[in-house]
């Protein structure tokens, strides 16, 4: 790219904003020159409206903290000088709903990572491994909205990815009826320690609205394009229970899987390791090389020694073995916030660069 494109982050200041702050460094495609939150932090440098809620394992980049913070709300003033955003506010679903159309409407593509707009029925949500061709809808909602290069696009809840990516690998052995527990870490609320001692040495076992996500949003996953919106898949069914655990980074899941055709556990190990998608053929700047791993320890995948895997982007997962009640039962783990929250909101937006979709204004 001979250019790099102007990003902006809106919600730049929160947990998944600084995420996107700290993997958008040294961008090869792209460059934040617009950091937008809250009124309360609006008119400060970046740095001062972070103060002392940076998050992150690495320092603040450099080039983002004299950046003067504006106003979300500000739209027309915000896209002026942007090629597109990434969206990461935390406000009610409508007023998310309402101002990443706002933003689409000044005609500058929005990737989002928020839920607001995951199941309006033209706007494509993706993981690019598993379902890119959901992006044909795009023609559709900008008819709709009336732009010609502003739209929406989202990315699913970060507890589908310890689990969803192996059933996708697994889809021609027709899996029908899945139970999987998802052990979710503090970060998944915008959280460290710091901020909730009380998950220290604890275990809550309720996360507002996260077992239907995490039952639903497979299926709109695994849906089909027609007649320029998508339409869920039926099957397979799944149920769910999901924990919040004293884990800062790393959404695990224990699940079984009841599947239509017999297929032994080398099958199913050699459909995981071989899986690839469109950013490998591709060689996005953010695609993992080895979209998922197979751990034969039997301890393994562990939070701490493989929640960083491909930098975060890639999914880990063991302890594949025959089920008495079910045919096979298994451990999945993902990065919630890199490849379940704002790195593949990233990898959204390459693939959509790729294809044409994101260019400079
Ligand atoms: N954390 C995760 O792993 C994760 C994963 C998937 C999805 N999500 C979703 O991503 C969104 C952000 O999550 P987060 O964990 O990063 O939240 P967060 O740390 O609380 O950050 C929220 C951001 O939104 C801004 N904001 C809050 N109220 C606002 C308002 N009324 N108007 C404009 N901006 C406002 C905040 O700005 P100020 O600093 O100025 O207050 C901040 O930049 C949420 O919708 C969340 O559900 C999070």
């Not at 600084?18 to 495609?29: A, T």
Request: hydrophobic share 40%.
């Amino acid at each position: 790219m001979e250019k790099k494109l102007r990003v902006g982050v809106l919600g730049a200041t929160g947990m998944v904003g600084q995420r996107f702050i700290s993997l958008l460094e040294d961008h090869p495609w792209y460059e934040v020159v617009t950091v937008a939150a809250s009124p309360r932090s609006a008119g400060r440098t970046y740095e001062d409206a972070v103060g002392d809620r940076w998050k992150m394992a690495t320092p603040m980049p450099e080039a983002v903290r004299q950046l003067v913070v504006m106003n979300v709300n500000e739209v027309e003033k915000v896209a002026a000088g942007v090629d597109f955003v990434f969206s990461a506010v935390d406000m009610t679903k409508e007023e998310i709903k309402a101002i990443e159309e706002a933003y689409a409407k000044t005609e500058t593509p929005v990737v989002s990572n928020n839920s607001a707009h995951r199941w309006t029925p033209d706007v494509p949500m993706v993981v690019p491994e598993i379902n890119p061709e959901h992006f044909d809808v795009i023609p559709f909602q900008k008819k709709r909205l009336g732009t010609k290069r502003g739209f929406i696009a989202v990315k699913p809840n970060c507890s589908i990815q310890s689990y969803a990516p192996a059933l996708t690998a697994w889809k021609e052995f027709e899996p029908y009826e899945v139970v999987a527990t998802t052990y979710q870490a503090i970060s998944g609320a915008g959280k460290t320690f710091k901020d909730w001692p009380e998950m220290e040495g604890n275990i809550i076992p309720y996360i507002g609205g996260e077992e239907e996500k995490s039952e639903q949003e497979p299926l709109r996953l695994w849906g089909k394009v027609e007649d320029g919106v998508i339409v869920k898949a039926e099957s397979p069914v799944i149920t769910c229970q999901c924990i919040r655990v004293p884990v800062l980074n790393g959404h695990t899941a224990a699940a079984f899987v009841k599947f239509r055709k017999k297929v032994t556990k080398e099958q199913l190990i050699e459909k995981l390791v071989s899986f690839k998608g469109l950013p490998q053929e591709l060689g996005l700047p953010s695609a993992p090389k080895q979209f998922i791993q197979y751990l034969n320890e039997d301890n393994r995948p562990q939070v701490t020694a493989d929640v960083d895997f491909e930098n975060g982007m890639g999914i880990s997962i063991g302890r594949l073995r025959e089920d008495k009640v079910y045919d096979y039962k298994f451990v999945g783990l993902s990065h919630n916030t890199v490849r379940g929250a704002a790195g593949g909101a990233v990898l959204c937006a390459e693939l959509l660069t790729a294809k044409g979709y994101i260019q400079a204004k």
